[in-house]
């Protein structure tokens, strides 16, 4: 039996996650060290890529509107990103960050140029492919960082957060509506995946460590 798509997409982008993995900013959410100015920096910047992550799901539930099961699957996904924004609404409160006016930096608009090129241009298939990345990556994150005690970590709430059930559950779930609806174009889904998961890298390195 053949390799789900999602599963055959991750393991080919293994290496960029790794590369997410050991990057000075995720090495330093993971023991604490991370400077409080590029965390400031990261949150802001994390949610004016959510809202475009949003409008990207909301796009492919369009393409989807004849299948009412898959559009109904997508606004549970598109909730998801509703709740994120929520957590970086309490970041922001706790920072005094200013989340109404953000000025993207190189790597986040790169980011949200790919993601609104897809969804406006691609087909359902195409759009998650661009967008599975992101919650995949993020799990594996959580789940690889919650390992040890980090009962004084101040990084301690996004780790918990990703390393979720409920997050796994999301990823979960949007991988296997990329395996449904790409299955006809698996060379489209491909270049949208590693193409995300380069900016993936790109997003965490713009904040150093």
Known sequence: MAEPLHRVLWAR???LADACLHSPFVRGLADGTLDP???????????????????????????????MEVARRLHVLMQGVLDELELHRAYAERLD????????????????????????????????????????LYAWLGQRLQTGDHTENPYRDW????????????AAELEALLDDLAADAPERAAEAYAEAMRHELAFFEAFGG
């Open 159 to 170: 780790i918990e957060t990703y390393a979720s059930p409920d997050f796994e559950g999301l």
């Open 97 to 136: 960050i200013d989340l109404d006016h953000v000025v993207p930096n190189a790597a986040a608009k790169g980011y949200t140029d790919f993601l609104a090129r897809a969804a406006w241009h691609a087909e359902a298939g195409e759009i998650l492919a661009a967008m599975t990345p992101c919650m995949r």
């Open 37 to 67: 100015e590029a965390f400031r920096r990261y949150v802001a910047q994390d949610a004016f890529f959510l809202r475009a992550f949003f409008s990207a799901y909301a796009l492919a539930a369009a393409r989807t509107a004849d299948r």
């Open 13 to 15: 982008n293994a290496g």
